[in-house]
């Protein structure tokens, strides 16, 4: 009897202690989320290359509720013509309310979804806010007008197809032709508005720079050894452009957008003598050295080389700057070409050959530090 009456007890007192049990916490459902509401600054938008570094327009959205205070993100999306935005890009805003760009680089953005300049069009924008993965809500989708603009840079002088250096303190002195392709400057960037070369100069001596070899028609040049304002015809000082005091190595690049050109020393030439393709993508192989003439490149200026030749999509290949010696090389990571990379720097499974065989022209410009490769 004792036994069942202890039982009850401690029965009866369970109960009593979990009805007197409070609730440690509320359980929390999200809703869908309302959506956004996103505003613009401006919707029609006409710009030139000369307001670039204005603000071009500001994208403000409000905050979207799920029915408890979420930790929300969201993210801005800008389609070219597709309301479904099957193609678009896509910027992470994390819990931002706002965004900003200026001229230059809404206008890089629009250009980037292959809108072409000069033309007027309109660009989709909305925002998508979520919680998670599978929980989001999406803004209206806002059209923008805008007239894309070119964003090549407009040189002060206008750049010639080419670019020579000519003097008595370069190695082929006066002579004019000059000899090629040491004494042709390199195009470095993809406009062809700056040029540069590697070249030996001779202390106290001068030279101009010629848009034609073998031509004296037309000259630019400069009165400052080192750097300064460049001068075109009879503006370049009867005298010439001064060379350097001391002889030496000499980085010379001339660039006609800022209508200057510098003068630096340099103590290793990044230029090779030569340059070689090597690789399992090529009739050779891996084979070192390389089968010649037909895997070694063509010096075409100062800095550039260029080959033509067959290459298999099931391979890969590497540019070499001595044949029989693996001791240096050049690369890169991408079928299509993009930068130069150099010794460890290049990937492990080499430059990756294009997914389809064929003859391809490979352009490598070592001042650049870009390769190219286009199919013949």
């Known amino acids: 009897m004792k036994r069942l009456n202890k039982i009850i007890y401690l ?20 809703t869908k989320g309302t959506q956004p509401l996103l505003t613009a600054s401006a919707n029609n938008l006409h710009y030139t290359q000369a307001d670039s570094s204005s603000n071009g327009i500001t994208l403000n959205w409000t905050a979207s509720d799920y029915g408890y205070p979420a930790a929300v993100s969201y993210t801005l999306q800008f389609s070219y013509h597709d309301s479904s935005f099957s ?14 760009y200026t001229v230059a680089a809404f206008n890089n953005l629009v250009l980037n979804l292959n809108y072409p300049v000069a033309v ?15 929980v989001f809500v999406f803004s209206d989708t806002m059209q923008i007008i805008i007239t894309p603009y070119s964003q090549k840079p407009i040189p002060v002088i206008t750049p010639p197809d080419s670019l020579y250096i000519v003097g008595d303190a370069t190695a082929g002195g006066w002579n004019n032709p000059v000899p090629t392709p040491s004494q042709k400057f390199t195009q470095i960037d993809q406009y062809g508005n700056v040029f540069a070369a590697v070249v030996p100069l001779i202390g106290g001596k001068s030279f101009v720079f010629l848009p034609v070899n073998g031509s004296w028609s037309h000259k630019y040049g400069g009165n400052a050894a080192g750097s300064g304002t460049l001068l075109v015809d009879g503006a370049v000082p009867s005298s010439n452009t001064p060379g350097p005091t001391v002889s030496g190595l000499y980085e010379i690049v001339v660039d006609f957008v800022k209508g200057t050109y510098t003068v630096t020393p340099v103590t290793t030439n990044p230029i090779p003598a030569n340059l070689y393709i090597v690789g399992d993508a090529t009739a050779g192989g891996w084979t070192n050295p390389v089968p010649l003439p037909s895997q070694q490149f063509t010096q075409v200026s100062n800095g550039e080389f260029q080959i033509t030749l067959s290459l298999s999509s099931t391979g890969s290949y590497l540019f070499l700057p001595v044949n029989g010696d ?33 003859n391809y022209l490979i352009d490598v410009n070592i001042l650049a530090s870009t390769y190219s490769v286009t199919k013949q």
Not at 14 to 29: I, N, Q, W, Y
């Open 11 to 30: 029965l009866a007192f369970a109960l009593f202690a979990f009805a007197s049990c409070k609730k440690d916490g509320v359980m929390l459902t999200a």
């Open 326 to 358: 693996w001791s240096n090389k050049y690369g890169g990571s991408s079928a299509a070409g993009g930068t130069l990379l150099y010794d460890g720097a290049v990937p492990s499974s080499n430059t990756p050959a294009p997914s389809v065989s064929g």
């Open 87 to 100: 193609a678009m890009q896509e910027i992470g805003m994390g819990a931002t309310l706002t965004k900003s």
């Open 120 to 134: 007027q069009d309109t660009v989709l924008a909305r925002v998508k806010s979520q919680i998670t993965p599978n």
